[in-house]
């Protein structure tokens, strides 16, 4: 069956660091892949969108990663602020469901 | 920024009452989805409605769950008789038409949660 998979351990990094997540799919072929971010008691709210023939993609400081053959999507945040502490979604997709995964909190401490 | 709009923020209900969650989609857009929350668990598709049917649902989506878009603006989720593990965070979101900017990028509402007793 289908399994999105991300670090479920909380990510702690210092302010102004890179963080840096991950997330691994298997028994998919998502034509793209997309990036959430989930605040406490609040719905998922879109970050980035990259396509199965897009290798890297930038918004500001995020920078997604996006390799078909691993099976892989890296997501990072550079120069980190306290405001970025959220838990962090990934949902490789094809058609119309989203399914995600359990998420990654990462937490930037000042 | 068009946003999606649930009611009510937050229901208490008694375990075997049926429940009516309300949205409001963004008014353009022409998919519709449910999702839930446990609280500390991950978000979980539901269903997908689009051109007045269902056109994906989940296992979690049994005969206890319906949906319908009574009008030209609402997308409802009843739940028929609700049990103590129906207690989450229940998400409304909608996305646009396929080729359309933004496509396959949902906007989600807040949420409403509903407290099964």
């Known amino acids: 069956s289908q399994k999105i998979e991300q670090n479920s351990e909380a990510l702690n990094i210092q302010e102004g660091k890179t963080a840096t997540l991950t997330c691994n799919y298997t028994n998919y072929s998502p034509a793209y892949l997309q990036w959430y971010r989930q605040d406490p008691g609040r719905g998922p709210v879109f970050l980035l969108l990259i396509r199965e023939n897009e290798k890297e993609k930038r918004k500001e400081r995020l920078k997604v990663t996006f390799d078909t053959t691993l099976k892989q999507s890296l997501f990072h945040i550079t120069a980190s602020q306290p405001a970025d502490s959220a838990t962090y979604l990934c949902a490789p997709s094809g058609f119309q469901k989203l399914v995600f995964g359990t998420g990654t909190r990462l937490l930037v401490s000042p | 920024e068009p946003e999606v709009t649930q009611t009510p923020s937050h229901q208490v209900t008694q375990m075997g009452q049926e429940v009516i969650l309300r949205c409001v989609p963004i008014s353009n857009h022409l998919y519709f989805y449910w999702y839930r929350q446990i609280l500390g668990q991950k978000v979980e598709f539901l269903v997908s409605f689009y051109n007045n049917e269902i056109s994906e649902k989940s296992e979690i989506f049994d005969d206890q769950f319906s949906v319908e878009r009574p009008d030209g603006s609402n997308f409802t989720l009843k739940i028929r008789s609700t049990k103590l593990e129906d207690s989450a965070m229940y998400f409304c979101?909608?996305?646009?038409?396929?080729?359309?900017?933004?496509?396959?990028?949902?906007?989600f509402g807040a949420g409403s949660r509903l407290t099964v007793l």
């Open positions: 979101a909608s996305s646009a038409e396929r080729g359309s900017p933004g496509a396959n990028v949902l906007t």
